[in-house]
């Protein structure tokens, strides 16, 4: 017979019985949408383990080489498996592709030249690729190497405005740019289905232009990815999703051939591509990582869901809101104050597995034009398929709530990130 009940359990890491009960009848509530999610789990783990036997992985697989890393197996099976998992013709899957920002930076400085013209059709991309492109200038950018950019904003109901899309290609337009999730922004983010009408799209204008598809913290989300529909180059982070938490580093960008050959190219050197870059003893965490991915995107999924429920029952605007479907595993809460926001991240904090007992303060992250909150203990450092939660410090003060390996580690970050508001007097339990 267990000692404690589950609510003394709770107890016991902070949560009051209101708190709890709130947690309970939202959980109860959510049963149908948590059902789906296992479903879409189901087809994705399919897809995955049947990649990893249609390229035989084996046990050889986990060795790693070390020097220049010619003939590293498991690296380029590793690569295959990405490749079959998005059924793209090639991957480049690598430890040496230090974050998200870097796979998208490499993917666009390959396929580029001086001249040609980028476009996002899914308006202002990610903050950090603002230097990349040359938005905001910095060294070494896009703009300073005489490739020049233009920019489509999505229309109001956050559907592609395609009759701007067709007025904004030229002669010079070479990449369309297209970002799945919102980012550090309230639009909503990409369904696959739309992403796929527009790259329909933007192929009928030219076919020989290259679509790039920012998808991080968007895979596993939905069956299908965007590689399923003729993105040309699908790109994200290894601390994101696929990397399905085991990954300590990494980014991947899954595509046709001659994009990532170029992506090899850049990535290492000309000439060398992707026959050098030793795994250097990771083989083994991105094959187990990608192998448990779609679970643990389950599990973030659900926690997302859980999330907009809760806060959403509390007056606060959530987007997506509790109702609309996922197609990524982004939550933001729009708490509308520093203090609910700074709240919030103490209590995610607070929830975690590693450096549970301190405390996240804002501030100037490189990359970011404003002071940022995050709240993260994690098994890899800025890890965010783990329990994790950041935010500008700039109106409307939404904190972006996102991962959990497990369901029910989200869960209890949820329940403390709550707890840490009731306790400030920012929410106030009674009311509801
Ligand atoms: C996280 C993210 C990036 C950048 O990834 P980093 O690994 O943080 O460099 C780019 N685009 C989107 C939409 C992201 O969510």
Redesign the pocket.
Known sequence: MPRHTIEEMYQELGISRKVYRLGKETEDSLAERFAKIQETAEYNQLKVVSAMQKCRVSAECFQSGTGYGYNDLGRDVLEEVYAAVFHTEAALVRSQI???????AVALAANLRPGDELLSISGK??D??EEVIGIRPSAGSLAEYGVSYRQVDLLSDGSFDFEKIRGAVNDKTRVVAI?????YQTRPTLSVEAIAEAIRFVKDIRPELIVLV?N??GEFVECGEPSDFGADMTVG?L??NPGGGLAPVG?YIAGTKACIDRAAYRLTSPGLGREVGASLGVNRSFFQGLFLAPTVVAGALKGAIFAANIYEKLGFRVVPNGTEKRH?I?QAVEFGTPEGLIAFCEGIQAAAPVDSYVRPEPWAMP?YDSDVIMAAGAFVQ?S?IELSADGPLKAPYAAYFQGGLTWEHAKLGILKSLQSLVDKGLVCLEEI
């Open positions: 230090t974050c998200g920002t870097h796979a998208l991309p990610y950090t690729l970002q799945r999730s919102k980012g920012d991080c913290y982070s601390i994101k980014g990524d982004i990359g800025g965010s």
